[in-house]
């Protein structure tokens, strides 16, 4: 089964801890995408990246930090100076080049204690 | 002015009915453009996309694009209780050559029976 796989479902910090949320795809694409979205929101790009070993910041990349180690998994860390990172947070993979449609994993919802 | 704007919901519309969704963009070099639908807790999962000016049909939905007006816009035909979620539309910016999506504020669509 080809597709895009984030764990935990659910996650939960505590104030000044930093958490992980992983990202995985079997779909053989370049490029990964994490996005955030708040209730009744759109969703906002944080990090992204085109090829392994490289990345780029988004709109709203403070208070985050990504790796791209392999071609398959793009972790997202959330830092504890993000002050405000109750969110859905969703994982997107695409081909990469341009025109490319983008595929979401089925999100983390991350919670503070 | 954001940079994707969809019609405030929430959009209402009895079962069988065509429901329309429409969402405007600045960017005037934009290039490719989708229609996400996303139910309640869920993520995103892709409906449609279009890249040329006119119409593109896909069974009950029909995406139109307009880049002379900046607009671009989804119909369903025979709206069924199963299609109320959350539309969401993006845009890939001008000048981008990977994928990059901004996304708008996402419409809700009630189909009640």
């Known amino acids: 089964d080809g597709g895009i796989t984030q764990s935990p479902k659910y996650l939960f910090r505590k104030e000044g801890q930093n958490v992980t949320l992983s990202c995985e795809q079997n779909l053989n694409h370049d490029a990964m995408y994490w996005y955030r979205q708040d209730p009744g929101q759109g969703l906002r790009l944080i990090y992204y990246?085109?090829?392994?070993?490289?990345?780029q910041k988004g709109d709203i990349a403070e208070g985050y930090s990504v790796s791209r180690e392999k071609k398959e998994s793009f972790p997202l860390t959330v830092t504890s100076a993000q002050k405000n990172p109750t969110a859905f947070y969703l994982c997107?993979?695409?081909?990469?080049?341009?025109?490319?449609?983008?595929?979401f994993g089925p999100g983390t919802r991350l919670l503070v204690l | 002015q954001k940079e994707v704007e969809q019609n405030s919901g929430p959009l209402s519309v009895p079962e069988g009915a065509i429901a329309s969704l429409n969402c405007t963009y600045s960017?005037?070099?934009?290039?490719?453009f989708f229609w996400y639908r996303q139910y309640s807790g869920k993520s995103p999962e892709l409906i449609m996309f279009?890249?040329?000016?006119g119409d593109k049909e896909d069974g009950r939905f029909t995406a139109q694009l307009n880049k002379a007006s900046q607009y671009v816009s989804l119909l369903i035909r025979d709206s069924q209780p199963s299609d109320s979620a959350t539309y969401l539309c993006?845009?890939?910016?001008?000048?981008?050559?990977?994928?990059?999506?901004?996304f708008g504020q996402g419409t809700i669509l009630t189909v009640h029976p």
């Open positions: 993006a845009v890939t910016p001008g000048g981008t050559s990977y994928g990059k999506l901004t």
């Open positions: 960017d005037r070099g934009s290039q490719s």
């Open positions: 279009i890249y040329s000016n």
């Open positions: 997107a993979s695409s081909d990469g080049g341009g025109k490319e449609t983008q595929y």
């Open positions: 990246s085109q090829i392994v070993n490289d990345f």
